[in-house]
């Protein structure tokens, strides 16, 4: 099977390179693809050495499936591109997301409605992945009403930029910095915007979580609530989640559908650490949910602290789980 990667040098590309080879993904050919700028170079793959193409080159050489993670104005023009040559997208960018004929996919939760036709697919956003994971099972059972979600999100979501301006806030000496992907500082500062404001006052972040969880679960009725925040911290995101529901629950049967969720490790207080950290989930590709409670103002609500490798889970690792069912 050929596969290509699309923005092969980036962080999240060469995640996807590394998630490919973890789960011996069946490839025959690795087609790593970047700009004109990388072309020529030589990226590992496999144990062999294998050239980086130019967009142009790789949709010649036909690959069978494409991860894209090279942006949204490159997904847009390059992903039919490749879909017309018989390639199917998995594409990480928001381009193709809210598009009404392009499905937005989970594996845990929707990967059955994937078919044949489907020549582009949507990898859903960090912070939405790990927050529809831990709630997926309870949502089946108990419905959901409302939920309000405070992210805390690593930098790495900002790609190298943002780790680069950590580093050097630091004083750490890093290659390629002075490109800042923040306004502010980030080392010791917390930054209340993620993307750009748009006309509600919201983020495009914000909205992502708003929009994308509706589409995933198919259901418009969830009234959602989201505050994404920018955090000094380097790999994981972290969501404190308070989700309401249309029926009442037991405490204990959230715990039991908990430690049943496909993709999520529920952590009590018997585990070590008894709750989940970045720290502890970095490098890792399951959901961790802890810090389970009842909501003490609301009859029908539960709190919950939500964490994840954003660069995984919340990224790489979902958008090659969905090339696995293509495959």
Same mark, same amino acid.
């Given at each position: 099977?050929?596969?290509?990667?699309?923005?092969?040098? +980036?962080? /999240?590309g060469?995640?996807?390179?590394?998630v490919?080879?973890? *789960?011996?993904?069946?490839?025959?050919?690795?087609?790593?693809?970047a700009s004109? %700028?990388?072309a020529?170079?030589?990226?590992?793959?496999a144990?062999?050495?294998w =050239?980086? @193409?130019?967009l142009?080159?790789a949709?010649?050489?036909?690959?069978?499936?494409?991860?894209?993670?090279?942006g949204?104005?490159?997904?847009?023009?390059?992903?039919?591109?490749?879909? !017309? /040559? +018989?390639?199917?997208?998995?594409?990480?960018?928001?381009?193709?997301?809210m598009?009404?004929?392009?499905k937005l996919?989970?594996?845990?939760?929707?990967?059955?409605?994937?078919?044949?036709e489907?020549?582009?697919?949507?990898?859903?956003?960090?912070?939405?992945?790990?927050?529809?994971?831990a709630?997926?099972?309870?949502? *089946? @059972?108990y419905? $959901?009403?409302?939920?309000?979600?405070?992210?805390?999100?690593?930098?790495?979501g900002?790609?190298?930029?943002?780790?680069?301006?950590l580093?050097?806030? *630091?004083?750490? *000496?890093?290659?390629?910095?002075?490109?800042?992907?923040?306004?502010?500082?980030?080392?010791?500062?917390? =930054?209340?915007?993620?993307d750009?404001?748009?006309?509600?006052?919201?983020? @495009?972040?914000?909205m %992502?979580?708003?929009?994308?969880?509706?589409?995933?679960f198919?259901?418009?009725?969830?009234?959602?609530?989201?505050t994404?925040?920018?955090?000094?911290?380097?790999g994981?995101?972290s969501?404190? /989640?308070?989700?309401?529901?249309?029926?009442?629950?037991?405490l204990?049967d959230?715990?039991?559908?908990?430690?049943?969720?496909?993709? !999520? =490790?529920f952590?009590?207080?018997?585990n070590n650490?008894?709750y989940?950290?970045?720290?502890?989930?970095?490098? %890792?590709?399951?959901?961790?949910v802890?810090?389970?409670?009842?909501?003490?103002?609301?009859?029908?609500?539960?709190?919950?602290?939500?964490?994840?490798?954003? $660069?995984?889970?919340g990224? !790489?690792?979902?958008?090659?789980q =969905?090339?696995? $069912?293509?495959s």
């Amino acid at each position: 099977m050929k596969i290509a990667v699309v923005g092969a040098t +980036g962080l /999240v590309g060469t995640k996807m390179i590394e998630v490919l080879q973890e *789960r011996n993904f069946p490839v025959t050919e690795f087609i790593p693809v970047a700009s004109s %700028k990388s072309a020529g170079k030589k990226i590992k793959f496999a144990g062999k050495e294998w =050239i980086v @193409k130019t967009l142009e080159e790789a949709v010649e050489m036909r690959p069978d499936i494409a991860l894209f993670s090279a942006g949204s104005d490159i997904s847009g023009e390059w992903s039919p591109k490749f879909a !017309a /040559v +018989g390639c199917r997208v998995v594409d990480n960018s928001s381009r193709w997301r809210m598009e009404q004929n392009v499905k937005l996919i989970v594996p845990e939760i929707n990967g059955d409605t994937i078919t044949k036709e489907d020549m582009i697919i949507a990898n859903p956003n960090c912070s939405t992945i790990q927050m529809v994971v831990a709630l997926n099972l309870l949502h *089946r @059972k108990y419905k $959901l009403k409302r939920v309000v979600v405070s992210t805390y999100q690593s930098v790495t979501g900002s790609g190298i930029k943002g780790i680069n301006q950590l580093r050097e806030e *630091r004083g750490e *000496r890093v290659s390629g910095g002075g490109d800042k992907a923040y306004a502010y500082p980030i080392d010791m500062n917390l =930054i209340p915007q993620i993307d750009l404001f748009t006309e509600n006052g919201y983020t @495009k972040e914000e909205m %992502k979580m708003v929009n994308e969880t509706r589409k995933i679960f198919a259901d418009n009725t969830i009234a959602i609530s989201a505050t994404t925040v920018r955090v000094p911290v380097e790999g994981g995101h972290s969501e404190s /989640v308070n989700a309401e529901f249309h029926e009442e629950f037991l405490l204990e049967d959230i715990f039991a559908i908990l430690r049943k969720t496909p993709g !999520a =490790i529920f952590m009590d207080n018997s585990n070590n650490p008894p709750y989940p950290m970045p720290i502890y989930a970095y490098g %890792k590709d399951e959901v961790f949910v802890g810090r389970v409670r009842e909501d003490l103002s609301c009859k029908k609500a539960v709190n919950m602290w939500v964490v994840a490798d954003n $660069l995984r889970k919340g990224a !790489a690792t979902n958008a090659v789980q =969905i090339a696995e $069912l293509l495959s």
